[in-house]
């Protein structure tokens, strides 16, 4: 099969965060103990929620499933340990919201088997029946986005997919755990993509890691199957190399149009943890109840990738870890795009990828004073889908919320922050640029009513 | 290991930001001229420190008066107007009298920057505002130079600098005439003369001749920008674009007709080119913030140049050609925004 796709190759702008990941890169997936209660939340993914199936004072047994998809665009969830349900309430999540949860005291005296569905046959399973079957396992992209794996599976009519790409990037500061995991799971990541090709038709897969993790690129060379189209390609170590678009661009040279999704230039897109969990889950028809998380930052005592239950209460986890005596604050993913929560009490969900302690140092450091916008184009040439930051923050001064959306491209962006974070005079543009897209959502939903 | 609840402090992403501030290339930048106002004191003596110094307080000042009056917070802090004034003063002339030198510093802040809202708000580099405007005000002034290295130059000023205002400037012939350099003309090299006598541009290069208080020193200019280059703060395409421009254009004009038209080499160190193109057009604020529109702005500045200089009646036309490109500028930017990802058409031509 000819490799018709640059090696090393990469985005253009994008920015060079420091990386912070020495202290977790080399730590091994340590399995953490279970809270005495879980709480899972029913919308942990994007689109519409689950529906709760289970009943207070009900009990479950681990991976049991306790609410189901509330449409296409939808994941249900599973019982992450074995214990009784105590209520379904509405409980604290990372966006600061309050939302629709299932508590779960876990039974301390269970065996945490977890429980095993028919096995299933993937060998013999139509490209259909392994949507489904990834469906029923409650899989959402594991980087963070935490959107329905199945719906990327799922071609539509007229549509083909010739490429699956596995992003294993991890282009956010201080995360390593899908590094880690592409070190210890490479036998479930080959078997995850294997699923991912025979469910869209695709001929090849191509692996894209960043040029930082040149053990996982050797080893995962060294070890494709044989008979498998599955190739491994480094790509540069630059911010925002992890997001779908620019792993496109970096591998495959094509550029999802503005507004379209992979599937318009022929690709499906799956973080590499995704796709271990799918070749883990799928064969006994299990649902995803846990995930490796890496928690780290100088807050953190002792920071590493843990494998920790969905629905952990962060004060369970940095408990477990120790938390130094300055640690101030608390990120969600990494430091660029992860939201920092209001109470440790947020549990952790199926798109967290790292918690992140940091501490007074962190937050002196960062600049107070906003200064005017000098032009200095940083931001311009800051921004990987060519937008221009500097002018979508003056007309969101202006409070111009529309004609950003109509003459500037503002849906366009994705919030990845290199802008903000190149911008010497300390402009919170990405933060302007969130708050011109909800007001615009705003507006049109007024406008339908 | 505390188990207390964290009182946790919610701040938006990103949480980790670069390490460089607007205040700090300003600041840079600050430093970086010093050297080159330290030459200009070394040559010229101690009419160039006044001037310097006279220059940046005055434009300090009036910042700092304009935030007064406009009830803004006061941002003298930043460095800003402390860096128009230290290019003012480095345009003037060492024998500039100092009162006009004020007025020059109180315009560039008034009316160069603050009339149009501030840094950032800013059309045109606010140092060459001033400077235009003394250029049309004191025609004469401005165009009167003295030699460098003249003795006893740390213990007098040349006599013109402590001018009373309002009152003509006193004549600075006497002074020439004692500083006894040999055919001194009393012209900046650039006073073409039918160009039958040009300075060598080793002389140009070095600092070796007369002209404006910082200008002279072409390798210095150089030297400094490097310094900012090297910490990133500054565009090299901006100076690349205009050297390049003005070399590549009286290059070819050079050899076409070698007697109307002087060297490349004399063009491109003599007069405030170098100063122009490394710390003016650099101005981030009044220069395109797209990559292509940043060569586009720097080729216009060589070519308004070259043009100024040979055909026009001005002797000096980088001022003129920086404040014309900075004129543009919004328009270039139109013009080159870049083709957002995954769309076949330009931002600006979608709505
Ligand atoms: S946050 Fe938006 S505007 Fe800023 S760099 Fe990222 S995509 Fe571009
Ligand atoms: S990085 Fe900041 S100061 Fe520079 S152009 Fe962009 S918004 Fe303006």
Redesign the pocket.
Known sequence: MAQNFVLGHTFSHGVHPPEHKKGTRTEPIERLGFAPTLVVPLAQHIGAPAKAVVAKKQEVARGELIAEAGGFVSVPMHAPAAGTVTKIDLALIASGSMAPAVYIKVDPEASQEALEGEPFDIEAAAPGDLVGAVQQAGLVGLGGAAFPTHVKMTVPEGKTIDTVLANGCECEPYLTCDHRLMLEQKDELFAGLAIALKATGADRAIIGIEDNKQDALALLRDSVPHGLPIFVAPVKTKYPQGAEKMLIKALLNREVPSGGLPMDVNVACFNVSTLAQMAALLPKRQGLIERVVTVTGPGVRKPGNYLIPLGTPLQFILDHVGLTDDARQVILGGPMMGPSVSSLDVPTTKGVSGILALTQKELDDRPKQVYPCIKCGS?VE????Y?N?SL?GALARKEEYEAMEQGYHLND????????YVCPSNIP??QY?RIAKSMNRERKAAKRK | MSSEPLSVDILTSPHVKRPMSTNAIMRNVAVALAPVALFSIFAFGLSALLLLSVATISCVLTEWAVCRLSGKPNTVGDYSAAVTGLLLGLTLPPSFPLWMVAVGGAISIGLGKALFGGLGYNTFNPALVGRAFLQAAFPVAVTTWTPPFVQGRFLACIPSTLAFPFLKPTPVAEYIAAANIDAFTGATPLNLEGVTRLADPLDLFMGMTSGSTGETCAVLILLCGGYLLVRNMLDWRIPAGVLGSVFALSGVLHLINADTYPGPLFMVFSGGLMLGAIFMATDMVTSPTTALGVWIFSILIGVITVVIRLKGSLPEGVMYAILLANAVTPLIETWTQPRVFGTTKKASSTS
């Open positions: 931001c800051a921004c990987p889908l937008l930051p979508l962006c994705f919030e990845c922050a290199s802008c903000t543009l990405v640029f």
